[in-house]
């Protein structure tokens, strides 16, 4: 399906990145560095893009600066940089919170929670709704992507995930084939996440199939390299899903 660029992204994309943008990732989010110059051009137009689309909101007395938006919009955009900006149609607005949000009420679908025990949210993703994001949470994580955990990374992943109106694990894959290989390695590794056994993915993941998913990709973009070496095959479906070797990208061929 092709989606024409709208009026707005047309003009944003003709103009320039801010240097100033891009010193803040760099400094915000040391992954930015990492990436290949044709890679950074790319990601860039995405951001431009995405800010073109995305209403941004902030919670009650809390203010939203460009700062914020760039470094929610670059994070977003990474897992797509391969694959195409429309996969995110459904996300009409992000809504970012000072802080983790106390949950009140059931879980929702989708929930990212920071801890099980103090049910405390960093993010959460609604099917064609908002992606509600902590701030706190977003800078810490973009700093320290060594930690393995990226809450915009993970909330954006439910997005994929959701496409086909469904939270099952399964993003939107055409390829039959790699579908089934998908499907595969990712039941093997939930069963064994499920049975109690230590995995490359944090136990979190064995909540259900859809946070499985979403732990898998923050896991493959934040710590890529132990991910590989862990879960060689997952790792190189996840190559093969979003067209990208973030392990490479780290650890360049000499
Ligand atoms: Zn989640």
């Not at 110059?37 to 902030?58: N, Q």
């Amino acid at each position: 399906m092709f989606f024409r660029r709208s009026k707005q992204e047309r003009e944003a994309l003709q103009q320039p990145f801010p240097d100033a943008w891009r010193q803040r990732l760099a400094y915000r989010w040391p992954m930015f560095t990492t990436l290949s110059p044709d890679e950074r051009e790319r990601l860039e137009d995405l951001v431009k893009r995405f800010l073109a689309r995305v209403r941004f909101e902030a919670a009650q007395g809390f203010t939203v600066t460009d700062e914020m938006r760039v470094l929610v919009a670059a994070q977003a955009c990474l897992p797509v940089l391969e694959l195409d900006l429309d996969l995110y149609r459904q996300v009409t607005s992000v809504i970012l919170h000072p802080r983790t949000v106390v949950l009140k009420g059931t879980r929702n679908v989708g929930s990212h929670l920071a801890s099980d025990t103090d049910q405390t949210l960093a993010g959460q993703a609604h099917h064609r709704g908002p992606v509600v994001l902590s701030w706190s949470t977003v800078a810490y994580e973009a700093r320290h992507h060594e930690r393995g955990q990226n809450v915009v990374i993970h909330e954006f992943a439910h997005q994929l995930d959701m496409l086909d109106g469904m939270i099952d694990g399964t993003p939107p894959i055409t390829d039959r084939d790699l579908r089934a290989r998908w499907v595969t390695a990712c039941t093997a590794e939930y069963r064994k996440l499920r049975r109690g056994e230590e995995g490359i993915l944090r136990p979190y993941a064995a909540t259900d199939t859809g946070e499985f998913f979403a732990v898998a990709v923050e896991t493959f973009f934040t710590v890529p390299v132990a991910f590989a070496e862990g879960a060689p095959e997952l790792y190189a479906l996840l190559c093969e899903v979003f067209g990208q070797d973030p392990a490479a990208r780290l650890n360049p061929a000499p």
